[in-house]
């Protein structure tokens, strides 16, 4: 059986293809594993993914059906951890945190996108929470830094709290209100959200 590893695989661990080869009036069924170099950066991912594509394989060559995750791919994979009972449960799906060699930061928000090459286009691409423009560091110096700092380092996307949920609730109404550029929004949002945070421990500090 071939494996192979892939570094065009960004989002998927390992993918296991199926064929079919005629040969002499007979059909045999052949598997081939792809592996990501950009996922499996460490040893337990590749032996967990590598024996999770090996039950995909066993339900096409020896079970001769194309089963997905179902009953057949199941039945191997028990088996698998019957005989190798100090490996975690095989599951359906990973979910590993993928680290990327570049972050891509709102410096209105500070949403991070990560990426594993310079591909995204600064001058054109816009946060999709504020409309903020991107800039493009690197992972493991982010990392570094935020760690000097205190912080935690940066290596997936990462959900927006405070003023970016504010930003992504409001910017379109005020937008459409005022229809004025981003940066006048920008303002605004400001402005609005310093008013709500104030309101807030006003109502917080009124004794009861």
Known sequence: MLIQWSARMTSTSGYCYNKRVYS?????????????TKIL???????????????????????????GHGPKWRAWADKANCRFPELPVIKRCHDYAITTKFTYKCMSCGYCIGRHSK?????????????????????????????????????????????????????????????????????????????????KQSTDEQPS
């Open 24 to 36: 002499n009036n007979q059909v045999f069924r052949s598997s081939r594993i792809v592996l990501s």
């Open 41 to 67: 950066d460490r040893a337990d991912r590749l032996r967990d993914t590598l024996i999770h594509e090996l039950c995909h394989a066993a339900t096409w060559i020896v079970d001769a059906t194309s089963d």
């Open 119 to 199: 591909s995204l286009d600064t001058d054109r691409k816009r946060c999709g929470y504020c409309y903020g423009k991107f800039q493009v560091f690197v992972t493991a110096k982010m990392s570094t830094a935020s760690a000097t700092s205190g912080s935690d380092s940066v290596r997936t996307q990462r959900n927006p709290t405070g003023f970016a949920l504010f930003v992504k609730d409001n910017y379109a109404a005020i937008k459409k209100q005022h229809n004025v550029p981003h940066g006048q929004v920008m303002k605004l949002l400001s402005q609005k959200f310093a008013e709500v945070k104030i309101n």
